[in-house]
């Protein structure tokens, strides 16, 4: 599973460069929380058909930051910049050590399974992860 793991790391990575406007920075607006969310929901609903009632310890810092996108946007706010690092802190809290999605190994519980499963679940993850990407990011102004 090692190969997969750093395939999956070295995925998220191409992803963010991929996603860099010309100053280097990603501007994150509403329309990007909206796809962060799209991405989140397509990560949890994967882990869920995947490992069923018994979900991994680091699932729920996923599903909370899904939630809370979804309370930034029924509460109507405005200042993504005030809680972008409520969605890094659980982010960070994902990767856990030893609990956290890099120990993820889907090969474990299911050790026939199709490797292109495997890369499917990296480029769920770096999906998500191009966000929070230290330095790179850029908060839109929208008015």
């Not at 999956?8 to 406007?21: C, E, K, R």
């Not at 991405?39 to 996923?62: A, C, N, Q, S």
């Not at 190994?105 to 769920?124: G, M, Q, S």
Request: aromatic content about 16%; proline content about 3%.
């Amino acid at each position: 599973m090692q190969e997969f793991l750093s395939f999956g790391i070295l995925v998220q990575n191409l992803v963010v460069i991929f996603a860099m406007g010309a100053e280097g920075k990603m501007k994150i607006g509403r329309e990007e929380l909206e796809d962060l969310k799209e991405g989140l929901e397509k990560l949890t609903h994967f882990i869920r058909v995947m490992e069923g009632v018994k979900l991994p310890d680091f699932y729920r810092y996923f599903d909370a930051m899904k939630n809370n996108i979804n309370i930034f946007f029924y509460a109507g706010c405005e200042d993504i910049e005030d809680f972008f690092p409520i969605l890094e802190r659980d982010w960070k809290a994902s990767h856990t050590m030893f609990i956290g999605v890099q120990n993820y190994d889907l090969r474990r519980e299911h050790p026939d399974i199709d490797p292109t499963v495997c890369l499917y679940f990296a480029r769920l993850l770096a999906d998500v992860g191009k966000y929070f990407e230290r330095g790179n990011v850029e908060f839109a102004k929208e008015y």
